[in-house]
């Protein structure tokens, strides 16, 4: 059974960080793409960042370039999101996903965390 | 906002069946077969429904399907559901400087 686990959340003053981690089983993870995608009630979802199944190719969102850092430990199952000046329009939930496909960079996201709230305020 | 266009609700009755399109560019869907749908009961994770603007995943009812037109991906339900109420996001690949751009979500009631 695949399965994504999140961690890392929590509330978090503007300016501060914050390092997420999906720790994953039940699939061969060194193979796929990931991602994480965040949801706010006000924006909806959003695309925040990619990283290429050996972690030589990564993406963001133009919202968080700069600030945030994907990374993966193939070895450990684990994909992260470093978060650094963080900000209130930050706060959303964040969840990781895994690609279905690895032929192309198509949106399609077959498996997903249960998400972890990153809450960003004074 | 978002970069792909959505209605903010669509509604049916059950038995029947609904539409829901998705509005982008000659960047994202007009340029890509990458269109994929999300459906999102609350306090739930998405989940998959479409991919590739037809492909259903293992496990999806082939009361869903997709099509694409130009710059327009659409999600049919047939056969609507009550189980079928919940939020559905469209999502495309880009050729911008974002990777992946969503839609604002629209919410299916089943009346």
């Known amino acids: 059974e695949v399965r994504l686990l999140e961690s890392g959340g929590g509330l978090v003053q503007p300016g501060g960080s914050l390092r997420l981690s999906c720790a994953v089983s039940?699939?061969?993870?060194?193979?796929?793409?990931m991602s994480w995608v965040r949801q706010t009630p006000g924006r909806g979802l959003e695309w925040v960042s990619s990283?290429?199944?050996?972690?030589?190719?990564?993406y963001y969102a133009d919202s968080v370039k700069g600030r945030f850092s994907i990374s993966r430990d193939n070895s450990k199952n684990t994909l992260y999101l470093h978060m650094n000046s963080l900000r209130v329009e930050d706060t959303a939930i964040y969840y990781c996903?895994?690609?279905?496909?690895?032929?192309?960079?198509?949106?399609?996201?077959?498996?997903w965390g249960q998400g972890t709230l990153v809450t960003v305020s004074s | 906002q978002s970069a792909l266009t959505q209605p903010a609700s669509v509604s049916g009755s059950p038995g029947q069946s609904i539409t829901i399109s998705c509005t982008g560019t000659t960047s994202d869907v007009g340029a890509y077969d990458y269109v994929s749908w999300y459906q999102q009961h609350p306090g739930k994770a998405p989940q998959l429904m479409i991919y590739?603007?037809?492909n259903r995943p293992s496990g999806v009812s082939n009361r869903f399907s997709g099509s694409k037109s130009g710059n327009t991906a659409s999600l049919t339900i047939s056969g609507l559901q009550a189980e079928d109420e919940a939020d559905y996001y469209c999502t495309s690949y880009t050729s911008s400087n974002t990777r992946y751009v969503f839609g604002p979500g629209t919410r299916v009631t089943v009346l």
């Open positions: 590739d603007v037809s």
């Open positions: 990283i290429s199944s050996a972690g030589s190719n990564t």
């Open positions: 039940g699939f061969t993870f060194k193979t796929y793409a």
């Open positions: 996903a895994k690609r279905l496909t690895t032929s192309h960079p198509g949106a399609d996201f077959d498996y």
